[in-house]
């Protein structure tokens, strides 16, 4: 099983980035997925969510109206657009795989957002 993040780099704030997460090695459909940050000294943070299908998504309030979460299941992928960033989502952005009593975990990647 592997997730794999990528996209991440230095922004300055107002400005937009796409972060992906290839999947592999389990059965991508079945598994919901999850966007979380983190940065020093405090705990991961939720930031999206999408169902298996696609169909529904959600996002958390801090985000909301400029992160969107999207999937491509025959690509294994997913997708977090980061528009109008500000310097507090500045983290290591994780992506996470729920599904089948199990869950799985990328090894990030660093978003810096410059004021």
């Known amino acids: 099983v592997q997730l794999v993040e990528y996209g991440g780099g230095l922004v300055q704030a107002g400005g937009s980035l796409r972060l992906s997460c290839a999947a592999s090695?389990?059965?991508?459909?079945?598994?919901?997925m999850n966007w979380f940050r983190q940065t020093p000294g405090k705990a991961r943070e939720f930031v999206a969510a999408?169902?298996?299908?696609?169909?529904?998504?959600i996002t958390a309030d801090s985000v909301k109206g400029r992160f969107a979460i999207s999937r491509d299941n025959t690509n294994n992928t997913v997708d977090l657009q980061m528009n109008s960033l500000k310097p507090e989502d500045t983290g290591v952005y994780y992506c996470?795989?729920?599904?089948?009593?199990?869950?799985?975990w990328g090894q990030g990647t660093q978003v810096t957002v410059s004021s």
């Open positions: 996470q795989a729920v599904g089948e009593g199990r869950n799985y």
């Open positions: 090695g389990f059965t991508f459909s079945s598994y919901a």
């Open positions: 999408i169902t298996r299908g696609g169909a529904d998504s």
